[in-house]
C-alpha cells in the first residue's frame, strides 16, 4: 500500500494555477515533516517545498518562491500545495513525502532530508 496519495495534477495553460493534495494512507500527517518535489522528464528530482512537522515553517525552492504555497490542514489530514503562476519549467511529476515521525529540525536541508514515505505522484502538464 503506497503511504501518501497525491491529486490534483492537470493540464493547464501557462500563468494558471493548480492545488495539488497530499493524503495519507493510514496514518495522521500531524507533527510529520511533509514535503514536494517534481521530476521533469530527462532531468534529476528537485525540491519543492517543505512544511515543518510542528511549527509548520515553510521553505521553498527558489524556482517556486513567490508562486507557490504549501499548508496542511490538520483536520483533513490533508497537505495542500497551491501553484500560481505556472510556468514551462514546472510541468514534472509531483511527488509528497512524508517524515516516518516527529522531526525536530529548523532548517530546510532538515526538513527534506527526513521525509522517507512517498507517494506515487501526480503529473502536471503546461501547454505550449
Known amino acids: 500500500q503506497v503511504p501518501l496519495v497525491e491529486s490534483g495534477g492537470g493540464f493547464v495553460q501557462p500563468g494558471s494555477s493548480l492545488r495539488l493534495s497530499c493524503a495519507p494512507s493510514g496514518f495522521t500527517l500531524d507533527y510529520l515533516a511533509i514535503g514536494w518535489f517534481r521530476q521533469a522528464p530527462g532531468k534529476e528530482r528537485e525540491r519543492v517545498s517543505c512544511?515543518?512537522?510542528?511549527?509548520?515553517?515553510?521553505y521553498y525552492a527558489d524556482s517556486v518562491k513567490g508562486r507557490f504555497i504549501l499548508s496542511r490542514d490538520n483536520a483533513k489530514n490533508t497537505v495542500y500545495l497551491q501553484m500560481s503562476g505556472l510556468k514551462s519549467d514546472d510541468p514534472a511529476v509531483y511527488y509528497c513525502a512524508a517524515s516516518k515521525g516527529p522531526t525536530t529540525s529548523t532548517t530546510a536541508d532538515g526538513c527534506f532530508n527526513y521525509l522517507e514515505l512517498w507517494g506515487q505522484g501526480t503529473l502536471v502538464t503546461i501547454s505550449s
Open positions: 512544511i515543518s512537522a510542528f511549527d509548520d515553517t515553510t
